[in-house]
C-alpha cells in the first residue's frame, strides 16, 4: 500500500508562519527520502486538506496519514477535522484516512519543549 504522511497545520496570514512546519516536512523527507510527505493548512494558506489529499491520491496514494501539527487538541481538531475526515472519506472510499493526535501532545514534543525552555531560561538541565 502507498502511504503519503500529510501535515496539517492551522495557517496564518504571514507567510513566513510555515517555515517551521516546511522545515519539519524538509526533515521527514531527509529521514525517510522515498516517502511522500505533503504539508496542508486548514484556513489562511494554500493548499488546504482536500486539495493536498485529492492531489496525493492523483499521485497514487492509497492510505494517507494526517497528522496535526497544532500544541493541543481544541476546537478546531475536536470538531472540524473530523467533519472533514468523515467528507475525505466519502469522497474518496478506496482510500484509507487516519488521523493523529496533536504533535504538541506527544511526550517527546513535551519533553523537547520543555527542555528547551530551560535552555532559553538559562537554567542547567537536570
Not at 510527505?37 to 492509497?62: H, N, S
Not at 481544541?74 to 467528507?87: A, D, I, S, T
Not at 482510500?95 to 493526535?101: A, H, Y
Amino acid at each position: 500500500m502507498k502511504t503519503a504522511i500529510l501535515l496539517f497545520a492551522h495557517g496564518a496570514r504571514d507567510p513566513e508562519w510555515a517555515s517551521p512546519m516546511r522545515r519539519v516536512q524538509a526533515a521527514i523527507q531527509a529521514r525517510a527520502p522515498g516517502e511522500k510527505v505533503e504539508l496542508a493548512f486548514l484556513e489562511f494558506m494554500a493548499p488546504d486538506l482536500p486539495e493536498c489529499a485529492a492531489r496525493l491520491i492523483a499521485e497514487g496514494a492509497e492510505k494517507i496519514v494526517i497528522l496535526p501539527m497544532f500544541i493541543a487538541q481544541g476546537g478546531h481538531l475536536k470538531r472540524e477535522v473530523p467533519e472533514m475526515l468523515e467528507k475525505l472519506r466519502s469522497t474518496w472510499p478506496q482510500v484509507e484516512f487516519s488521523l493523529g493526535r496533536a504533535i504538541g501532545e506527544e511526550e517527546a514534543v513535551v519533553q523537547v519543549m520543555a527542555e528547551t525552555a530551560l535552555r532559553k531560561a538559562g537554567l542547567v538541565l537536570a
